[in-house]
């Protein structure tokens, strides 16, 4: 059984930051063969995609909405993937999710993510 447990979300106010973890776990897990990814759905939204990295070479992938602000990295050793969130926005404000996907494809797919984390709240004020 895989666990993605997220952690680091809370209210901030427009232009601050904001640092997300995922840590993963599993007996048969192999944390380092899956790509990661960040996720976020609004009230009302569809969920969508914000970042991901890859697990061969950890190329990284972002939302038009979040380049420049957001950076995502992984830690193979922890078996944790992070979400840094700079110049936060009032329209950042939703739950954020960590997914994880074996092998390399099609990243910004909600489909192709075989494991899913609880959620995080992140709230951005004006």
């Known amino acids: 059984q895989v666990q993605l447990v997220e952690s680091g979300g809370g209210l901030v106010q427009a232009g601050g930051s904001l640092r997300l973890s995922c840590a993963a776990s599993?007996?048969?897990?192999?944390?380092?063969?899956?790509?990661m990814g960040w996720f976020r759905q609004a009230p009302g939204k569809e969920r969508e995609f914000v970042a991901a990295?890859?697990?061969?070479?950890?190329?990284?992938y972002y939302a038009d909405s979040v380049k420049g602000r957001f950076t995502i990295s992984r830690d193979n050793a922890k078996n944790t993937v992070y979400l840094q969130m700079n110049s936060l926005k009032p329209e950042d404000t939703a739950v954020y999710y960590c997914?994880?996907?074996?092998?390399?494809?099609?990243?910004?797919?909600?489909?192709?993510?075989?494991?899913w984390g609880q959620g995080t709240q992140v709230t951005v004020s004006s």
């Open positions: 997914a994880a996907k074996r092998g390399d494809g099609d990243y910004l797919a909600v489909s192709e993510y075989n494991y």
């Open positions: 599993g007996r048969t897990f192999s944390f380092r063969l899956y790509a």
């Open positions: 990295i890859s697990w061969s070479n950890s190329n990284t």
